[in-house]
């Protein structure tokens, strides 16, 4: 009975030559691979036309998905290999490392006995890196066995000897104590497989465990014990693929490995002896494509370049690290932006792997699948823009799916602005990561379709929620999402609320979005006639609390207050009703005379009145007069200032009775005093549009203003006679006359 124990470096692409190699000639009847036996049922879809490596084996606690561990595997990675080899000739290949269910149950225990301490790996390959003068335990593995092309008989007999040898010197690694029972688990499978009459098995491992697993007819007992105190775990594990992406490899998971070149690694798996000049032939095409000159003479100076770094390192051949100092010399000029730019597309890669659709998976990602397909959708690791029109049913589509994701608190897609104007545009990026599939199947519990899912989330924020603000934002998310019957919850539920609340805030907060949401339905043909009743309830409650909710607020809460109240105009301003918008200024008419109230609101509702035209130009003149005094407090004249502003400074340029008042009361200010408000007049002024702080600088030159107003100048300038000729032409042009 032969047992051939083969150490590797995970995702190493010398081990997994050396592993195809061997398996070839020692033809085993069985291979063990490394990893929990959880998976073994899934190492057979290895070889599937479908399964495109980079993927990863996700296993999870079934009630609990955000338990999980993952096992990604590239088409370079040594176990995937062996498995493909297994599959290929018809042999059982089987995980024959410790469980996932014990593994979770020992983490929960080690979280609940130190929550904070997290173990430190050390690579006990470091020792004789500093003894030789690498830079790190991987650099001198890659040096002496993944570079190496030899007999791979020897190259598993040197692995064997290294590890024996770091093994018998006491060498430890920090992950020893974990290794123990994992090592036993192992060795007591390996012995199952002998009591099966397989005669000629093949373990793939980490180099490490190599040794632990010769001795197996001298260890049964301890092996025993030492499992008999392992903890019991009646945690249901479930198994699956999921895509993986290049940079995802990088990450320490399952069996604790990670590359930082995995495109680069690819590469050398593909590449048979002129690694390097094809390596820095994709280089010169990427380049190329951002437009940069790269010519042939350029490759061959970064290859000769490499080849003599190489040597004065005393390295027999060249690797990454002469390539990206060869090409950053002479490719990028130096340019360190440009390197970064090959390690992104080249050296890491945004390859995303596809596992068969016929896998197991739970019903909420099979339906996420099946909308992608329905909608021609594609998950990618690369940014994608998508232009929607609404008026096309597979747009409107993909919206809806968009949306009803962002419920369900998986970032896919992201809105953004859009390129072309009008209410049926819409434009979203879409970039997939690994991490946005474990969040779908942590929400499987939810439902079995990603609408009954994301009407969960709704309802259940639904019934938890106390405030109309956020029952309104949850509307407003219903709506493009198409989720009618969360709507029609969210409706009652708001109804309830109205009745009972009188935070007046609250309303404040919920008003606009509900004033929106109810324009929002000609362009999603979604019935909201009842909000009409509602918003209408609401804005009488806002009305006759407003004035005793703005009384004796402090600064900051007075500053939010002016924003609501200014967002409120505008949403009033577009909820475009006579009756409730004079309800409304009649409102601010009586809070304008509230000494009680902070000098922001105050100038807020001033300005608010003298836009609206609800104040004539002698009352006007006389509130900013009286607020401007020099008799007042300087700090809240320029609160009443920042408020009648409100980050627009037009009317400082064309209203020059204004300008007067503002420039009169800044030259009596000491100098004191002035540098005082300074950061506070900064604040106000910063809000305006550049060209606007530009003029009033120019105009700040001349002094006071000689004029009253400038719209007077204007109006005796004014030809009636010329306007005339013009009047029909600007009709026709906005559609009046059709």
Same mark, same amino acid.
């Given at each position: 009975?032969?047992?051939?124990?083969?150490?590797?470096?995970?995702?190493?692409?010398?081990?997994?030559?050396?592993?195809?190699?061997?398996?070839?000639?020692?033809?085993?009847?069985?291979?063990?691979?490394?990893?929990?036996?959880?998976?073994?049922?899934?190492?057979?879809?290895?070889?599937?036309?479908?399964?495109?490596?980079?993927?990863?084996?996700?296993?999870?606690?079934?009630?609990?998905?955000?338990?999980?561990?993952?096992?990604?595997?590239?088409?370079?990675?040594?176990?995937?290999?062996?498995?493909?080899?297994?599959?290929?000739?018809?042999?059982?290949?089987?995980?024959?490392?410790?469980?996932?269910?014990?593994?979770?149950?020992?983490?929960?225990?080690?979280?609940?006995?130190?929550?904070?301490?997290?173990?430190?790996?050390?690579?006990?390959?470091?020792?004789?890196?500093?003894?030789?003068?690498?830079?790190?335990?991987?650099?001198?593995?890659?040096?002496? *066995?993944?570079?190496?092309?030899?007999?791979?008989?020897?190259?598993?007999?040197?692995?064997?000897?290294?590890?024996?040898?770091?093994?018998?010197?006491?060498?430890?690694?920090?992950?020893?104590?974990?290794?123990?029972?994992?090592?036993?688990?192992?060795?007591?499978?390996?012995?199952?497989?002998?009591?099966?009459?397989?005669?000629?098995?093949?373990?793939?491992?980490?180099?490490?465990?190599?040794?632990?697993?010769?001795?197996?007819?001298?260890?049964?007992?301890?092996?025993?014990?030492?499992?008999?105190?392992?903890?019991?775990?009646?945690?249901?594990?479930?198994?699956?693929?999921?895509?993986?992406?290049?940079?995802?490899?990088?990450?320490?998971?399952?069996?604790?490995?990670?590359?930082?070149?995995?495109?680069?690694?690819?590469?050398?798996?593909?590449?048979?002896?002129?690694?390097?000049?094809?390596?820095?032939?994709?280089?010169?095409?990427?380049?190329?494509?951002?437009?940069?000159?790269?010519?042939?003479?350029?490759?061959?100076?970064?290859?000769?370049?490499?080849?003599?770094?190489?040597?004065?390192?005393?390295?027999?051949?060249? !690797?990454?690290?002469?390539?990206?100092?060869?090409?950053?010399?002479?490719?990028?000029?130096?340019?360190?932006?440009?390197?970064?730019?090959?390690?992104?597309?080249?050296?890491?890669?945004?390859?995303?792997?596809?596992?068969?659709?016929?896998?197991?998976?739970?019903?909420?990602?099979?339906?996420?699948?099946?909308?992608?397909?329905?909608?021609?959708?594609?998950?990618?690791?690369?940014?994608?823009?998508?232009?929607?029109?609404?008026?096309?049913?597979?747009?409107?589509?993909?919206?809806?799916?968009?949306?009803?994701?962002?419920?369900?608190?998986?970032?896919?897609?992201?809105?953004?602005? !859009?390129?072309?104007?009008?209410?049926?545009?819409?434009?979203?990026?879409?970039?997939?990561?690994?991490?946005?599939?474990?969040?779908?199947?942590?929400?499987?519990?939810?439902?079995?379709?990603?609408? !009954?899912?994301?009407?969960?989330?709704?309802?259940?924020?639904?019934?938890?929620?106390?405030?109309?603000?956020?029952?309104?934002?949850?509307?407003?998310?219903?709506?493009?999402?198409?989720?009618?019957?969360?709507?029609?919850?969210?409706?009652?539920?708001?109804?309830?609320?109205?009745?009972?609340?009188?935070?007046?805030?609250?309303?404040?907060?919920?008003?606009?979005?509900?004033?929106?949401?109810?324009?929002?339905?000609?362009?999603?043909?979604?019935?909201?006639?009842?909000?009409?009743?509602?918003?209408?309830?609401?804005?009488?409650?806002?009305?006759?609390?407003?004035?005793?909710?703005?009384?004796?607020?402090?600064?900051?809460?007075?500053?939010?207050?002016?924003?609501?109240?200014?967002?409120?105009?505008?949403?009033?301003?577009?909820?475009?009703?006579?009756?409730?918008?004079?309800?409304?200024?009649?409102?601010?008419?009586?809070?304008?005379?509230?000494?009680?109230?902070?000098?922001?609101?105050?100038?807020?509702?001033?300005?608010?009145?003298?836009?609206?035209?609800?104040?004539?130009?002698?009352?006007?003149?006389?509130?900013?007069? *009286?607020?401007?005094?020099?008799?007042?407090?300087?700090?809240?004249?320029?609160?009443?200032?920042?408020?009648?502003?409100?980050?627009?400074?037009?009317?400082?340029?064309?209203?020059?009775?204004?300008?007067?008042?503002?420039?009169?009361?800044?030259?009596?200010?000491?100098?004191?005093?002035?540098?005082?408000?300074?950061?506070?007049?900064?604040?106000?002024?910063?809000?305006?549009?550049?060209?606007?702080?530009?003029?009033?600088?120019?105009?700040?030159?001349?002094?006071?203003?000689?004029?009253?107003?400038?719209?007077?100048?204007?109006?005796?300038?004014?030809?009636?006679?010329?306007?005339?000729?013009?009047?029909?032409?600007?009709?026709?042009?906005?559609?009046?006359?059709?």
């Amino acid at each position: 009975m032969a047992i051939h124990i083969l150490g590797i470096r995970h995702h190493g692409v010398g081990s997994a030559k050396n592993v195809a190699d061997r398996l070839a000639l020692i033809k085993p009847d069985i291979i063990l691979v490394e990893g929990p036996p959880e998976i073994s049922e899934m190492l057979l879809a290895i070889g599937h036309a479908n399964l495109v490596p980079p993927a990863a084996i996700m296993c999870y606690n079934t009630d609990n998905p955000k338990e999980s561990v993952f096992y990604p595997f590239a088409e370079y990675s040594p176990e995937w290999v062996a498995a493909q080899y297994a599959n290929k000739h018809g042999i059982p290949v089987k995980a024959i490392d410790l469980p996932v269910s014990i593994s979770l149950a020992q983490k929960r225990e080690a979280e609940e006995a130190n929550p904070e301490e997290a173990p430190v790996s050390k690579d006990p390959l470091g020792y004789l890196a500093d003894i030789a003068g690498f830079g790190s335990g991987e650099e001198w593995w890659e040096y002496h *066995f993944e570079q190496q092309k030899e007999n791979t008989a020897e190259h598993f007999e040197a692995v064997m000897h290294v590890m024996e040898s770091l093994r018998a010197e006491g060498v430890e690694s920090s992950l020893d104590k974990e290794n123990v029972p994992r090592e036993a688990y192992m060795r007591t499978l390996i012995r199952q497989c002998q009591n099966e009459i397989y005669t000629n098995i093949a373990v793939i491992c980490g180099a490490w465990h190599a040794p632990a697993l010769l001795n197996l007819d001298g260890t049964a007992k301890s092996d025993a014990k030492i499992l008999k105190v392992l903890p019991k775990s009646k945690v249901k594990v479930t198994a699956t693929w999921i895509p993986w992406t290049n940079s995802r490899l990088s990450m320490s998971s399952g069996y604790g490995a990670g590359i930082y070149s995995p495109g680069w690694y690819e590469h050398q798996w593909h590449a048979k002896d002129d690694a390097e000049i094809t390596w820095l032939t994709k280089v010169a095409t990427a380049l190329r494509d951002k437009q940069i000159d790269i010519s042939t003479a350029h490759v061959i100076e970064a290859f000769v370049l490499s080849r003599s770094l190489s040597s004065l390192r005393n390295k027999y051949y060249v !690797s990454l690290e002469e390539l990206n100092e060869a090409t950053l010399s002479v490719m990028c000029m130096g340019d360190g932006i440009l390197l970064e730019l090959i390690k992104k597309e080249l050296i890491i890669g945004s390859k995303l792997g596809r596992v068969p659709e016929e896998l197991p998976k739970v019903p909420l990602q099979e339906d996420f699948e099946q909308n992608l397909k329905s909608l021609r959708l594609k998950l990618t690791a690369e940014q994608k823009q998508y232009d929607l029109d609404l008026r096309k049913e597979i747009d409107l589509g993909r919206s809806i799916l968009f949306f009803r994701l962002e419920v369900l608190g998986i970032p896919w897609a992201r809105r953004t602005v !859009s390129r072309s104007k009008g209410t049926f545009k819409e434009s979203w990026f879409t970039e997939w990561s690994p991490d946005m599939m474990i969040e779908l199947i942590d929400k499987a519990f939810l439902g079995n379709t990603i609408e !009954s899912a994301s009407q969960s989330v709704i309802l259940g924020r639904c019934a938890q929620t106390q405030s109309i603000a956020e029952v309104s934002e949850l509307i407003q998310k219903c709506i493009p999402a198409e989720l009618f019957e969360g709507i029609d919850a969210l409706l009652d539920r708001i109804v309830e609320l109205s009745t009972v609340s009188s935070d007046i805030i609250d309303l404040m907060n919920a008003l606009p979005a509900l004033i929106e949401v109810s324009r929002y339905g000609n362009v999603r043909k979604s019935d909201l006639s009842i909000l009409e009743t509602i918003v209408k309830q609401l804005l009488v409650k806002v009305y006759i609390g407003l004035n005793n909710a703005c009384y004796g607020l402090d600064e900051d809460n007075s500053t939010s207050m002016f924003s609501l109240i200014t967002k409120l105009n505008n949403a009033i301003r577009l909820y475009d009703d006579t009756e409730y918008l004079q309800q409304w200024h009649e409102t601010l008419h009586k809070m304008v005379d509230n000494t009680g109230v902070h000098p922001i609101i105050l100038g807020c509702v001033c300005r608010l009145l003298l836009d609206s035209q609800q104040m004539d130009e002698q009352e006007v003149d006389k509130r900013i007069a *009286f607020a401007l005094s020099v008799s007042n407090d300087p700090y809240q004249v320029a609160s009443w200032l920042e408020g009648f502003l409100k980050g627009n400074g037009m009317i400082l340029i064309y209203d020059n009775r204004l300008w007067n008042l503002i420039y009169s009361w800044v030259s009596s200010l000491s100098k004191e005093i002035f540098m005082e408000l300074l950061p506070l007049l900064r604040r106000t002024f910063s809000k305006f549009e550049f060209g606007e702080r530009r003029q009033i600088g120019e105009k700040a030159k001349k002094g006071l203003a000689t004029e009253r107003h400038s719209t007077a100048t204007a109006a005796q300038n004014f030809n009636e006679e010329r306007a005339a000729l013009i009047l029909p032409i600007i009709k026709e042009l906005a559609g009046f006359n059709s």
